[in-house]
């Protein structure tokens, strides 16, 4: 799996959570690990897998 990983080109994106009261905790807002708290970061996760290419 490492080393399909390593494979794959990256491609950097710079998200912004101005408007969130935990923009300073943005990894945790992505991860959306406690729906209410994290759900900001819903918007990144589902552009996330719209643009996945396989």
């Not at 009261?21 to 759900?39: C, D, E, F, G, K």
Request: glycine share 4%; with cysteine; aromatic share 12%.
């Amino acid at each position: 799996m490492i080393r399909g990983l390593t494979q794959v080109t990256w491609e950097r994106v710079d998200v912004c959570f101005h408007k969130s009261w935990l923009r300073y905790n943005a990894h945790n807002n992505i991860q959306v690990r406690i729906h209410p708290v994290n759900s900001d970061g819903e918007d990144v996760i589902y552009h996330m897998i719209d643009n996945f290419l396989v």
